[in-house]
Protein backbone atom coordinates (compact mmCIF):
# COMPACT_ATOMS: atom_id res chain seq x y z
CA UNK A 1 0.00 0.00 0.00
CA UNK A 2 2.56 2.27 1.15
CA UNK A 3 4.50 1.53 -2.45
CA UNK A 4 1.54 2.44 -4.31
CA UNK A 5 0.72 5.36 -2.81
CA UNK A 6 4.18 6.20 -3.01
CA UNK A 7 4.07 5.46 -6.81
CA UNK A 8 1.22 7.24 -6.70
CA UNK A 9 2.47 10.07 -4.87
CA UNK A 10 5.69 9.95 -7.50
CA UNK A 11 2.74 10.04 -10.47
CA UNK A 12 1.29 13.29 -8.53
CA UNK A 13 4.40 14.72 -8.08
CA UNK A 14 5.50 14.21 -11.87
CA UNK A 15 2.63 15.43 -13.18
CA UNK A 16 2.46 18.47 -10.69
CA UNK A 17 6.08 18.91 -12.08
CA UNK A 18 4.91 18.38 -15.21
CA UNK A 19 1.98 21.16 -14.86
CA UNK A 20 4.02 23.46 -13.11
CA UNK A 21 6.55 23.10 -16.09
CA UNK A 22 3.87 22.94 -18.73
CA UNK A 23 2.43 26.27 -16.66
CA UNK A 24 5.79 27.44 -17.11
CA UNK A 25 6.14 26.91 -20.55
CA UNK A 26 2.81 28.19 -21.08
CA UNK A 27 3.66 30.94 -19.06
CA UNK A 28 7.20 31.29 -21.07
CA UNK A 29 5.31 30.64 -24.50
CA UNK A 30 2.62 33.61 -23.31
CA UNK A 31 5.33 35.80 -22.52
CA UNK A 32 7.12 34.93 -25.47
CA UNK A 33 4.39 35.44 -27.85
CA UNK A 34 3.16 38.87 -26.22
CA UNK A 35 6.72 39.92 -25.76
CA UNK A 36 6.99 39.36 -29.60
CA UNK A 37 3.45 40.82 -30.66
CA UNK A 38 4.07 43.78 -28.04
CA UNK A 39 7.33 44.36 -29.83
CA UNK A 40 5.77 44.26 -33.31
CA UNK A 41 3.24 46.64 -32.12
CA UNK A 42 5.67 48.95 -30.95
CA UNK A 43 7.40 48.66 -34.06
CA UNK A 44 4.62 49.98 -36.09
CA UNK A 45 3.63 52.36 -33.77
CA UNK A 46 7.42 53.43 -34.25
CA UNK A 47 6.73 53.50 -37.96
CA UNK A 48 3.67 55.53 -38.09
CA UNK A 49 5.27 58.05 -35.48
CA UNK A 50 8.30 58.65 -38.04
CA UNK A 51 5.82 58.86 -40.90
CA UNK A 52 3.71 61.34 -39.11
CA UNK A 53 7.10 63.08 -37.52
CA UNK A 54 7.88 63.20 -41.71
CA UNK A 55 4.83 64.22 -43.13
CA UNK A 56 4.88 67.01 -40.10
CA UNK A 57 8.35 67.96 -40.91
CA UNK A 58 7.13 67.97 -44.47
CA UNK A 59 4.62 69.60 -43.70
CA UNK A 60 6.49 72.23 -42.01
CA UNK A 61 8.60 72.92 -44.22
CA UNK A 62 6.12 73.37 -47.07
CA UNK A 63 4.35 76.02 -44.30
CA UNK A 64 5.31 76.77 -40.47
CA UNK A 65 2.06 78.60 -40.16
CA UNK A 66 -0.03 74.91 -40.50
CA UNK A 67 -0.13 72.65 -38.17
CA UNK A 68 -1.89 69.44 -39.49
CA UNK A 69 -2.15 68.96 -43.06
CA UNK A 70 -5.84 69.35 -43.31
CA UNK A 71 -4.86 73.08 -42.41
CA UNK A 72 -2.13 72.82 -45.22
CA UNK A 73 -4.47 71.14 -47.73
CA UNK A 74 -6.88 74.04 -47.13
CA UNK A 75 -4.38 76.28 -47.27
CA UNK A 76 -3.36 74.89 -50.60
CA UNK A 77 -6.74 74.70 -52.34
CA UNK A 78 -7.13 78.35 -51.41
CA UNK A 79 -3.89 79.06 -53.00
CA UNK A 80 -4.83 77.01 -55.78
CA UNK A 81 -8.58 78.80 -55.83
CA UNK A 82 -6.14 82.46 -55.81
CA UNK A 83 -3.65 81.08 -58.61
CA UNK A 84 -6.73 80.25 -60.92
CA UNK A 85 -8.59 83.56 -60.26
CA UNK A 86 -5.38 84.95 -60.97
CA UNK A 87 -5.19 83.25 -63.93
CA UNK A 88 -8.18 84.33 -64.75
CA UNK A 89 -7.14 88.37 -64.62
CA UNK A 90 -4.73 87.08 -66.53
CA UNK A 91 -6.68 86.18 -69.03
CA UNK A 92 -9.05 88.82 -69.03
CA UNK A 93 -5.60 91.10 -69.42
CA UNK A 94 -4.54 89.39 -72.42
CA UNK A 95 -7.87 90.26 -73.85
CA UNK A 96 -8.33 93.31 -72.58
CA UNK A 97 -4.32 94.04 -74.16
CA UNK A 98 -5.42 92.49 -77.85
CA UNK A 99 -8.41 94.99 -77.43
CA UNK A 100 -5.69 97.83 -76.81
CA UNK A 101 -3.70 96.85 -78.83
CA UNK A 102 -6.40 96.84 -81.76
CA UNK A 103 -7.32 100.15 -80.10
CA UNK A 104 -4.33 101.41 -80.39
CA UNK A 105 -3.53 100.60 -84.31
CA UNK A 106 -6.55 102.19 -85.16
CA UNK A 107 -5.68 104.97 -83.00
CA UNK A 108 -2.12 105.16 -84.64
CA UNK A 109 -3.66 105.25 -87.78
CA UNK A 110 -5.67 108.00 -86.96
CA UNK A 111 -2.41 109.66 -85.73
CA UNK A 112 -0.37 109.24 -88.82
CA UNK A 113 -3.40 110.95 -90.86
CA UNK A 114 -3.32 113.40 -88.49
CA UNK A 115 0.20 114.16 -88.68
CA UNK A 116 0.29 114.44 -92.63
CA UNK A 117 -2.67 116.95 -92.30
CA UNK A 118 -0.62 118.95 -89.74
CA UNK A 119 2.16 118.66 -91.83
CA UNK A 120 0.13 120.10 -94.41
CA UNK A 121 -1.18 122.42 -92.32
CA UNK A 122 2.30 123.17 -91.41
CA UNK A 123 3.23 123.83 -95.09
CA UNK A 124 -0.23 126.00 -95.92
CA UNK A 125 1.11 128.27 -92.28
CA UNK A 126 4.55 128.28 -93.81
CA UNK A 127 3.28 129.72 -97.17
CA UNK A 128 1.10 131.94 -95.53
CA UNK A 129 3.91 133.46 -93.12
CA UNK A 130 6.19 133.94 -96.42
CA UNK A 131 2.76 135.98 -97.95
CA UNK A 132 2.30 138.11 -94.83
CA UNK A 133 6.35 138.15 -94.56
CA UNK A 134 6.07 139.72 -97.84
CA UNK A 135 3.22 141.96 -97.36
CA UNK A 136 5.02 143.64 -94.46
CA UNK A 137 7.63 144.11 -96.28
CA UNK A 138 5.44 145.72 -98.85
CA UNK A 139 3.79 147.83 -96.56
CA UNK A 140 7.15 149.03 -95.07
CA UNK A 141 8.50 149.75 -98.37
CA UNK A 142 4.83 151.57 -99.14
CA UNK A 143 5.22 153.43 -95.17
CA UNK A 144 8.82 154.25 -96.30
CA UNK A 145 7.75 156.01 -100.00
CA UNK A 146 4.59 157.37 -98.42
CA UNK A 147 6.62 158.79 -95.02
CA UNK A 148 9.59 160.33 -97.76
CA UNK A 149 8.46 163.67 -99.67
CA UNK A 150 8.31 162.20 -102.89
CA UNK A 151 9.73 165.03 -105.38
CA UNK A 152 6.85 165.29 -108.00
CA UNK A 153 9.74 166.40 -110.40
CA UNK A 154 10.85 162.95 -110.47
CA UNK A 155 8.33 161.01 -112.42
CA UNK A 156 10.52 157.79 -112.17
CA UNK A 157 9.93 157.91 -108.58
CA UNK A 158 6.43 158.59 -108.76
CA UNK A 159 5.54 155.75 -110.90
CA UNK A 160 7.75 153.18 -108.97
CA UNK A 161 5.63 154.50 -105.65
CA UNK A 162 2.50 153.99 -107.79
CA UNK A 163 3.64 150.30 -108.92
CA UNK A 164 4.94 149.66 -105.64
CA UNK A 165 1.44 150.39 -103.81
CA UNK A 166 -0.51 148.28 -106.70
CA UNK A 167 2.03 145.58 -105.80
CA UNK A 168 1.35 145.89 -101.96
CA UNK A 169 -2.69 146.06 -102.46
CA UNK A 170 -1.90 142.84 -104.61
CA UNK A 171 -0.40 140.86 -101.34
CA UNK A 172 -2.80 142.61 -99.10
CA UNK A 173 -5.89 140.99 -101.08
CA UNK A 174 -4.43 137.84 -100.86
CA UNK A 175 -3.04 137.51 -97.92
CA UNK A 176 -5.46 139.77 -95.10
CA UNK A 177 -8.00 137.70 -94.36
CA UNK A 178 -10.26 140.47 -92.48
CA UNK A 179 -11.97 142.78 -94.43
CA UNK A 180 -11.54 145.34 -92.08
CA UNK A 181 -8.14 145.30 -91.58
CA UNK A 182 -7.23 144.98 -95.40
CA UNK A 183 -9.90 147.89 -96.06
CA UNK A 184 -7.82 150.14 -93.47
CA UNK A 185 -5.16 149.09 -95.87
CA UNK A 186 -6.22 149.76 -99.13
CA UNK A 187 -7.78 153.05 -98.20
CA UNK A 188 -4.36 154.30 -97.17
CA UNK A 189 -3.02 152.98 -99.86
CA UNK A 190 -5.17 154.24 -102.37
CA UNK A 191 -5.71 157.79 -101.22
CA UNK A 192 -1.42 157.88 -101.49
CA UNK A 193 -1.56 156.18 -104.91
CA UNK A 194 -4.30 158.75 -105.97
CA UNK A 195 -1.88 161.73 -104.56
CA UNK A 196 0.95 160.25 -106.36
CA UNK A 197 -1.01 159.63 -109.69
CA UNK A 198 -1.90 163.65 -109.39
CA UNK A 199 1.84 164.35 -109.23
CA UNK A 200 2.49 162.37 -111.80
CA UNK A 201 -0.25 163.84 -114.51
CA UNK A 202 1.95 166.92 -114.12
CA UNK A 203 5.16 164.99 -114.91
CA UNK A 204 5.38 165.77 -118.62
CA UNK A 205 6.06 161.89 -119.61
CA UNK A 206 3.85 161.80 -122.86
CA UNK A 207 4.65 162.12 -126.04
CA UNK A 208 4.05 165.52 -128.21
CA UNK A 209 2.83 164.28 -131.21
CA UNK A 210 2.90 160.88 -133.43
CA UNK A 211 6.30 160.49 -135.47
CA UNK A 212 9.46 159.90 -135.38
CA UNK A 213 12.46 161.54 -133.69
CA UNK A 214 14.19 163.21 -136.70
CA UNK A 215 16.83 165.71 -134.92
CA UNK A 216 18.38 165.50 -131.42
CA UNK A 217 18.79 167.59 -128.29
CA UNK A 218 22.36 169.29 -128.34
CA UNK A 219 25.22 170.39 -129.70
CA UNK A 220 25.34 169.16 -133.55
CA UNK A 221 28.33 169.98 -136.34
CA UNK A 222 26.69 171.54 -139.16
CA UNK A 223 28.46 173.12 -142.19
CA UNK A 224 28.10 177.00 -142.24
CA UNK A 225 29.80 179.10 -145.17
CA UNK A 226 31.69 176.17 -146.13
CA UNK A 227 33.09 175.40 -142.28
CA UNK A 228 32.21 173.29 -139.97
CA UNK A 229 30.30 174.80 -136.93
CA UNK A 230 28.68 173.33 -133.12
CA UNK A 231 25.12 174.51 -133.42
CA UNK A 232 23.22 173.80 -130.30
CA UNK A 233 19.70 172.14 -130.88
CA UNK A 234 17.32 173.21 -128.08
CA UNK A 235 15.23 170.71 -128.26
CA UNK A 236 13.62 167.28 -129.80
CA UNK A 237 12.20 167.54 -133.47
CA UNK A 238 9.37 164.90 -134.15
CA UNK A 239 8.86 164.22 -137.82
CA UNK A 240 5.40 163.24 -139.22
CA UNK A 241 5.34 164.19 -143.09
CA UNK A 242 1.11 164.32 -142.82
CA UNK A 243 1.16 166.72 -140.16
CA UNK A 244 -1.23 165.62 -137.04
CA UNK A 245 -2.13 166.49 -133.63
CA UNK A 246 0.43 168.17 -131.07
CA UNK A 247 -0.82 166.71 -127.76
CA UNK A 248 0.41 168.53 -124.00
CA UNK A 249 2.33 165.94 -122.56
CA UNK A 250 1.40 166.87 -118.78
CA UNK A 251 -1.42 168.58 -117.20
CA UNK A 252 -0.76 172.28 -116.73
CA UNK A 253 -2.00 175.92 -117.96
CA UNK A 254 -1.37 177.09 -121.46
CA UNK A 255 0.91 180.37 -120.71
CA UNK A 256 1.73 181.50 -124.37
CA UNK A 257 -0.09 180.83 -127.65
CA UNK A 258 2.71 182.68 -130.18
CA UNK A 259 1.52 182.61 -133.56
CA UNK A 260 3.52 184.98 -135.53
CA UNK A 261 6.98 184.13 -136.85
CA UNK A 262 9.35 187.12 -135.41
CA UNK A 263 12.53 185.17 -136.84
CA UNK A 264 14.12 183.07 -134.21
CA UNK A 265 13.37 180.28 -136.41
CA UNK A 266 10.85 178.55 -133.52
CA UNK A 267 8.02 179.91 -135.40
CA UNK A 268 4.62 179.56 -133.75
CA UNK A 269 4.50 177.58 -130.63
CA UNK A 270 2.42 176.45 -127.50
CA UNK A 271 4.06 177.07 -124.30
CA UNK A 272 2.65 174.95 -120.94
CA UNK A 273 3.27 175.61 -117.58
CA UNK A 274 3.12 171.78 -115.32
CA UNK A 275 2.90 174.40 -112.23
CA UNK A 276 5.70 171.39 -110.48
CA UNK A 277 8.77 173.17 -112.29
CA UNK A 278 8.19 171.67 -115.14
CA UNK A 279 7.45 174.03 -118.37
CA UNK A 280 6.96 172.31 -121.88
CA UNK A 281 7.19 174.10 -125.84
CA UNK A 282 6.00 173.06 -128.74
CA UNK A 283 7.39 174.85 -131.53
CA UNK A 284 6.85 175.39 -135.26
CA UNK A 285 3.06 174.67 -134.93
CA UNK A 286 0.77 175.35 -137.81
CA UNK A 287 -1.98 176.45 -135.67
CA UNK A 288 -3.33 176.22 -131.95
CA UNK A 289 -6.48 174.78 -130.72
CA UNK A 290 -6.25 176.00 -126.97
CA UNK A 291 -5.87 179.85 -125.43
CA UNK A 292 -3.51 181.10 -122.49
CA UNK A 293 -4.71 180.56 -119.40
CA UNK A 294 -6.32 176.99 -120.32
CA UNK A 295 -5.93 174.01 -118.32
CA UNK A 296 -4.82 171.19 -120.40
CA UNK A 297 -4.75 167.72 -119.38
CA UNK A 298 -2.24 164.82 -120.18
CA UNK A 299 -2.85 163.93 -123.48
CA UNK A 300 -5.15 166.58 -124.52
CA UNK A 301 -4.68 168.55 -127.85
CA UNK A 302 -3.21 171.51 -127.99
CA UNK A 303 -2.12 172.90 -131.58
CA UNK A 304 -1.52 170.63 -134.98
CA UNK A 305 1.66 170.00 -136.42
CA UNK A 306 3.39 172.41 -139.18
CA UNK A 307 6.86 173.82 -140.64
CA UNK A 308 6.09 177.70 -139.36
CA UNK A 309 9.84 179.42 -138.55
CA UNK A 310 12.93 177.61 -139.74
CA UNK A 311 11.69 173.64 -140.60
CA UNK A 312 12.73 171.74 -143.87
CA UNK A 313 9.47 169.47 -142.62
CA UNK A 314 6.49 169.31 -141.01
CA UNK A 315 7.61 167.99 -137.28
CA UNK A 316 7.10 169.63 -133.75
CA UNK A 317 10.11 171.17 -131.89
CA UNK A 318 9.59 169.97 -128.25
CA UNK A 319 11.33 171.50 -125.50
CA UNK A 320 11.26 170.94 -122.00
CA UNK A 321 12.12 173.06 -119.01
CA UNK A 322 12.64 172.43 -115.03
CA UNK A 323 13.02 175.40 -113.11
CA UNK A 324 13.80 177.41 -115.97
CA UNK A 325 16.65 174.58 -117.51
CA UNK A 326 16.52 173.24 -120.55
CA UNK A 327 16.53 169.18 -120.54
CA UNK A 328 17.25 166.37 -122.35
CA UNK A 329 13.76 165.62 -123.68
CA UNK A 330 15.00 162.30 -125.12
CA UNK A 331 14.53 161.64 -121.18
CA UNK A 332 10.97 161.84 -120.87
CA UNK A 333 9.13 160.85 -124.20
CA UNK A 334 8.94 157.52 -125.47
CA UNK A 335 9.29 156.67 -129.21
ZN1 LIG B 1 14.03 171.61 -133.43
Same mark, same amino acid.
Request: charged share 25%; hydrophobic share 35%; with cysteine.
Given at each position: ?53 ? /?? +????? %???? $?? #???? @?????? =? ?85 ? /?? +????? %???? $?? #???? @?????? =? ?147
Amino acid at each position: MKEHSRFTDIIKDRLNSIKVALAILLAAGVVLCVGSLQKKLEDKKNTLSDVNSA /IN +EVAGK %ISGE $YS #TSED @MVEAIE =QIYDIISEKQNELEELVKTNEQNREILNSQNETITSQNNTIIEYSETIDSQAQAIEQRDEAIDEITRIVGKDIDPIDGDALKSAIQD /IE +ETEKV %IVQT $YK #TPVQ @MTAYYQ =QLEETKSELTEMLSFYPDGNPAVGEISYTFGNHYVKKNGKTVTSFHRGLDIYNKNGGAIYATADGTVTEVHLRDDGTGLGYYVRIDHGNGYMTLYGHVKSATVQVGDKVEKGQQIAWMGKTGAATGIHVHYEVYLYGKLQDPINYVDY
